[in-house]
């Protein structure tokens, strides 16, 4: 039995997958699995290949689906879930080997950008509050990103190369045990298709009275954003607010999710102001869709529930 499954989901991904898969060929004791779902290019052609097995879906089963396929395809006990625009530089023993510790339920490494510097913000983060994606949404967090509620949401703090405890790694880069992919349900699949699962995922770890442990021994080189970089605006607007409204009714007070929701209506709306004069009334389109779905979300935090309003 490999020591390490890695699950890597796919979506249009043709121009990444073959090297994420190459730099992965000389790592042993591995078991290598691609969910692509749906690829219109030639990301099937690609991971077939180089021999690696592959899941393929009909339909956009969405992010989190596609993670518990390949996990429920592989054997290994611990799960390592790589985005194709990453690519294993270095250190998957380091990673292994914090699950020495019984207390860890997750761990992520190091994330690098093509100029070599570390994705500090992004790479690890703590458990956003209410407040935090308040102030995301109203777009406080873009114009003062030092603030400090988003300061400690982006780890901003934290020394890149020294190991840490964190609340949520990347979803990128993410190394956890099947035992706690059981215990805490799997990936949550009603993030559709893509937001917020590894967020939910590193909450449920959490209450579960697990920890998450940061360390940069472990290197990918990641690129970012090559699936969700090529949507219209008014789609990829659609996922993120949507994933991020449901997140924010299952996790808050009903008075914080009714704040963010407030928030949301509010910060699209100065979006759209500030887009008119570039994007015209396509902005009034986008961001009153996005203003509509969150009071329609305000007065129905359902969970579950998608939005028809795009």
Known sequence: ??????????????????????????????????????????????????????????????????VNQGVRATTAPLLLLLNPDARLERGLDALIAEFDDHRIGAAGGLLIGADGKPQQGFMARNLPSAATLACEVLGVNSLW????????YRCFGMDPVTPAFVEQPAGAFLMFPRRIWEK????????????????????????????????PAAVAKHAGAHSVGSL??????????????????????????????????????????RAFPRDGFKAVLVYGAVCRLALGRMFRPGRGYRSSVF
């Not at 805490?184 to 009275?209: H, L, M, N, S, T």
């Open 232 to 273: 219209p605006l008014e789609i990829r607007e659609r996922y993120w607010y949507g994933s991020l409204l449901e997140y924010a009714a299952r996790h808050y007070s009903l008075f914080a999710y009714w704040s963010v929701c407030a928030a949301t209506i509010v910060g699209s709306a100065l979006r759209g102001v």
């Open 1 to 66: 039995m490999a020591r390490v499954g890695i699950v890597i989901v796919t979506h249009e991904s043709a121009g990444e997958i073959g090297g994420c898969l190459d730099a992965l060929r000389e790592v042993p004791d591995i078991q290598v699995v691609v969910v692509d779902n749906a690829s219109t290019d030639r990301t099937r052609e690609e991971v077939v290949s180089r021999g690696t097995a592959l899941i393929e879906n009909s339909t956009n089963l969405g992010f989190g689906a596609a």
């Open 184 to 215: 805490v349900g799997g990936f949550g699949e009603c993030y559709w298709p893509i937001w917020f699962e590894d967020v939910d995922f590193c909450w449920r770890v959490k209450q579960a009275g697990a920890l998450v442990r940061y360390n």
């Open 145 to 152: 990103p030092r603030n400090p509620l988003n300061w400690h």
